[in-house]
């Protein structure tokens, strides 16, 4: 199994899957291409038909898009979802409606590991954001959160579907109180989390229109 992503610093969408795909345990190489230098869409069409990362390669099986790797990987891995129905429906809702949603946070807090932007990209519509996001946070933790620190317990798909907002919200300095607060910190804490994080760190690479604020 092969797994195509772009720079950790940056690609939310990378983090998605590959955080999914450690999680399950899965064995699988990993690709490296920087985003947005010349000949990298060229290397990505080689793998992905999209043109876009993360892409999955399981022994000829092609999947891209992060939630449609997280929904493989699961049938690979049940962990990966709650096994009760209401949460495992509640999961997905989640999962899903951070997959299309909260615009103004990804434009105005893009993810960014190498950066401290305490106080910056703060909108009306961010922290409308924001508070949806923390509202989800608490009432995953308080309804299905009881069989361990993650959202739905045990580690799930929708942890790797928020994990780019728990690197967002260290990074501008957004601190949720209470059940959230507790969750941030156990997401950041996550061994693969770290793991990802500090390769980031490492990365030279710079995408301009991602450094918004200096």
């Known amino acids: 199994m092969k797994l195509i992503i772009g720079n950790k610093n940056y690609s939310s969408w990378s983090l998605r899957a590959w955080l999914a795909a450690r999680e399950s345990g899965i064995a699988f190489d990993e690709i490296d291409i920087p985003l947005f230098i010349p000949g990298s869409r060229e290397r990505i069409l080689s793998h992905s038909p999209s043109g876009k990362v993360p892409c999955l390669n399981d022994h000829g099986v092609v999947v891209w898009d992060s939630l449609a790797i997280g929904e493989y990987l699961a049938e690979k891995q049940p962990a990966l979802l709650p096994a009760d129905p209401v949460a495992r ?3 997905r809702a989640v999962t899903a409606e951070m997959h299309s949603g909260f615009q103004q946070l990804r434009s105005k807090m893009p993810m960014n590991i190498r950066k ?25 933790r308080a309804r299905f959160g009881q069989g361990g620190p993650y959202l739905f317990g045990q580690f799930s798909l929708a942890d790797a579907a928020f994990a780019p907002v728990c690197f967002r919200f260290q990074t501008y300095g957004v ?9 941030l910190a ?24 991602e450094d918004l604020y200096g």
């Open 116 to 140: 401290d932007y305490r106080g910056f990209g703060h909108t009306p519509e961010v922290d409308a954001d924001i508070a949806r996001i923390v509202a989800i946070w608490n009432d995953c």
């Open 89 to 91: 429906a509640t999961a």
């Open 175 to 183: 601190q949720p109180e209470g059940a959230a607060g507790e969750y």
């Open 186 to 209: 156990t997401m950041l804490a996550n061994p693969h989390m770290q793991d990802w994080a500090a390769a980031a760190r490492t990365e030279t690479e710079s995408i301009p229109a």
